[in-house]
């Protein structure tokens, strides 16, 4: 049971760990000018297991936009 205790209180540090580098991400994107665009393949959220074709911001990482269909046939061709 001690180890139970210990573990859970492991897991509620490491959350809030990553509940505050969240948090300081999210700053520096908000901040970012976001003027390196590139079209990326990303995971559509940071749980997922889908990944989707999006325009991304190559100095903080930010989904900054959805390309155009064109863009996208685009980035397909240049991936084969």
Not at 3 to 24: D, Q, T
Not at 28 to 35: F, Y
Request: with cysteine; proline share 1%.
């Amino acid at each position: 049971k001690i180890y139970f205790m210990a573990n859970n209180k492991k897991v509620a540090s490491l959350l809030e760990k990553k509940r505050l580098i969240s948090k300081e991400i999210e700053n520096l994107q908000n901040m970012c000018k976001h003027k390196n665009k590139v079209i990326k393949s990303t995971k559509e959220y940071e749980a997922s297991s889908n990944f989707v074709i999006r325009r991304i911001c190559e100095d903080c990482n930010k989904i900054v936009g959805i390309p155009t269909q064109q863009e996208i046939f685009d980035f397909l061709d240049d991936t084969r």
